[in-house]
């Protein structure tokens, strides 16, 4: 009964998308004020409930091991812990697209909520975004939906992913899937925006929030997906330019551009349509991952294996999507109007620069990503683009990225200013950890790569205490100051993970030796003593310890684990931590050697301040989150309150006062 009760939910959560697409774009016709406006907003809140409580009863299906449903029995086992049962719910294709279809509906009962403050412009974006919640409700409804039957029912189902089987997988998926999907909310008020001809500064005053929330969601997924692939995957690395690792940093690049280039359209009208632009195609290369992740047309241990039906599904509505926003664009760019120009040293003119570095990243990943791709397509013999191609081509971009960042906050808007910007920054004292860092880097005989990145991460992190220093005192509103904090403390997190990948590239190599109990290996400086190898299974599988003593103190336990219902072999990881970096290790399998002894396959490693990278992400999480509590406690401007030529200077207090800082 259940599964029939989820499916006529899922049927009713598209009918009210339908509904809501129409009744809000009537709404916004008829001013945004009208009985259609409310109706479409209710229709909101009936595809909210209906899709929530559909997501219920596949938890509950899963707990209940309930395999009459054949997503519960290809992804779920009756031994499996109930926390994995749980997240199980989203770790297979099915349930992740109803989870990501009701991160959908939820922005959308956001924007009928708290959206844009125009009533007409808030409807008009309500309307686009229950179209594109209709889009997936389809895609879910007719060729992939979770409350399928199978009969006979399996006694005991086939397990989850045992890799997927970790406590951080239960957060991962939904915070990125809030990045993917807050997306869409920029994308539907920017294309509100150009369906009504608004100007460029209230759009961009109207989206700014949605994607700054959006892209503090998607750093804190990507973050906790390099962790887990660190300590869970057992090859020591926390990013391989994995084509699905790649299909979230895309949006994620385009979405810092959109977020630096929303503020420069708000406080002085520059880029308008760059920013426009910016939001919808924001959004489209989250549907992209969606179809490379989900389509079968790639092999990674991220995606999840499907037949290209469904990929051409997500194709399609790349296609209505992407054909719908770039027409629209095409249309009424013209409408957002200009800014009052500006310095080739001004701040605008930085964050323009920073912009284009941004997006040319993101092709170039995208290049890499899709060109495997493309040569299949055409037959050519078969070829795999890897880390020797995005580190010579992607990484310098980034680096002049971050170099560029910090010298920004100090440059004034519009009129330029370079030297008044850089006699703030102090550059003489900057210069001394910078050499720091650089000759340090140089001593661990870093690649020339490294060395550079770790000088501009420490060049990173005094720009943004310089930064505090100067402005914090300037900034007198409460929320100014939340405002430059928030700046601060992204760029010193960005500065901290340069850093950190810098020291990651310059650690030694990894050992790979087969060791009898008592025997030992040194790596680092450290002595890592094998002293024997023990069972130790758990609820749903067999696996065998390693106990591994550091310097003959502190002990590191990996396992390699078999799960029977996936008939699959893993490696757990084992970490000794300090500040100085990571020690690593792994055990793999057990054989006779020559001698008669039995030996185990070990590999070792050292990371160097390898939680830089971590405390990195941290911080540019946390320094987003002050950054939009600023943004929402100053309110909207009053320029696009009113008059959208209105000059400058007619800026909220908070947002003056943040403007001369």
């Excluded at 509100?192 to 961009?204: F, I, N």
């Excluded at 998607?218 to 699905?244: K, N, Q, S």
């Excluded at 770039?326 to 003119?349: C, I, K, Q, V, W």
């Excluded at 493309?374 to 081509?393: N, R, T």
């Amino acid at each position: 009964m259940i599964a029939e009760i989820g499916r006529f939910l899922i049927a009713l959560a598209l009918l009210a998308c339908v509904a809501q697409t129409f009744l809000s774009w009537r709404g916004a016709d008829q001013g945004g004020r009208s009985g259609a406006a409310r109706a479409g907003a209710a229709a909101a809140e009936i595809a909210v409930v209906a899709a929530g409580f559909a997501f219920l009863l596949l938890i509950i299906s899963f707990v209940r091991s309930d395999f009459s449903i054949a997503y519960v029995a290809t992804n779920s086992h009756v031994d499996k812990p109930l926390l994995y049962k749980i997240s199980g719910t989203w770790g297979g294709h099915e349930g992740s697209m109803l989870l990501w279809c009701w991160i959908l509906v939820l922005f959308g009962l956001g924007l009928a909520r708290i959206g844009p403050r125009d009533p007409a412009l808030r409807a008009r974006a309500v309307s686009f975004q229950g179209l594109l919640s209709s889009l997936f409700f389809a895609f879910l409804a007719f060729a992939s939906n979770p409350f399928e039957r199978i009969l006979p029912a399996p006694i005991q189902g086939a397990d989850l992913n045992p890799i997927l089987q970790d406590p951080l997988l239960a957060i991962h998926p939904p915070m990125l899937y809030v990045g993917y999907v807050g997306l869409s909310a920029a994308f539907a008020i920017a294309a509100a925006g150009l369906m009504q001809k608004s100007g460029g500064r209230e759009l961009a005053a109207a989206l700014r929030p949605w994607a700054l929330g959006a892209w503090i969601s998607l750093t804190g997924g990507i973050a906790l997906g390099a962790w887990w692939a660190y300590y869970e995957l057992g090859w020591g690395g926390w990013w391989f330019w994995d084509p699905v690792e790649n299909a979230s940093f895309m949006p994620w690049l385009l979405g810092a551009a959109l977020v630096h280039s929303a503020i420069a359209t708000e406080k002085r009208g520059a880029f308008p349509g760059w920013t426009v632009f910016l939001a919808l195609i924001a959004y489209i290369l989250s549907i992209l991952g969606a179809f490379l992740v989900r389509s079968g047309v790639l092999t990674s241990v991220h995606a999840f294996a499907l037949d290209p039906e469904r990929g051409m599904w997500i194709l399609g509505m790349l296609g209505v999507s992407a054909v719908a926003g770039f027409a629209l664009f095409a249309l009424r760019a013209g409408s957002l109007g200009e800014g009052d120009g500006f310095e080739p040293t001004s701040r605008e003119a930085f964050i323009g620069v920073n912009n284009l570095l941004l997006a040319v990243t993101a092709g170039v990943v995208l290049i890499g990503t899709l060109y495997p791709l493309f040569v299949d397509l055409m037959g050519w013999p078969m070829i795999s683009v890897g880390p020797p191609y995005f580190d010579a081509s992607a990484t310098p971009l980034l680096i002049v990225a971050a170099a560029l960042m910090p010298v920004a906050a100090f440059l004034p808007w519009a009129n330029g200013g370079a030297k008044p910007g850089l006699k703030q920054m102090r550059a003489a004292f900057l210069l001394v950890p910078v050499a720091g860092a650089i000759i340090a880097f140089i001593a661990f005989g870093a690649p020339v790569l490294a060395v550079v990145a770790g000088g501009v991460g420490a060049w990173a992190l005094c720009g943004a205490a310089m930064d505090v220093g100067v402005h914090w005192r300037a900034a007198k509103a409460r929320a100014a100051r939340f405002s430059v904090m928030g700046r601060a403390l992204a760029h010193a997190g960005v500065g901290f993970i340069a850093l950190g990948a810098a020291a990651d590239a310059s650690r030694p190599p990894d050992i790979n030796r087969a060791l009898a109990p008592g025997e030992s290996l040194v790596i680092a400086g450290h002595t890592l003593t094998l002293e024997g190898v023990r069972r130790a299974d758990g609820q749903n599988y067999m696996a065998d310890r390693a106990t591994i003593r550091v310097d003959g103190r502190a002990a590191v336990s990996p396992e390699r684990r078999y799960y029977p219902g996936a008939d699959q072999t893993t490696r757990e990881v084992g970490l000794r931590s300090d500040w100085r970096g990571d020690l690593y290790v792994s055990v793999g399998e057990a054989r006779l050697r020559e001698d008669g002894e039995m030996v185990y396959e070990l590999r070792a490693a050292y990371h160097p301040l390898v939680w830089m990278l971590g405390f990195g992400a941290f911080l540019v999480v946390a320094g987003g989150g002050l950054a939009l509590t600023g943004r929402l406690m100053s309110g909207a401007p009053a320029r696009v309150r009113g008059r959208s030529d209105a000059p400058a200077e007619a800026a909220a207090p908070s947002e003056a006062a943040e403007a001369r800082a």
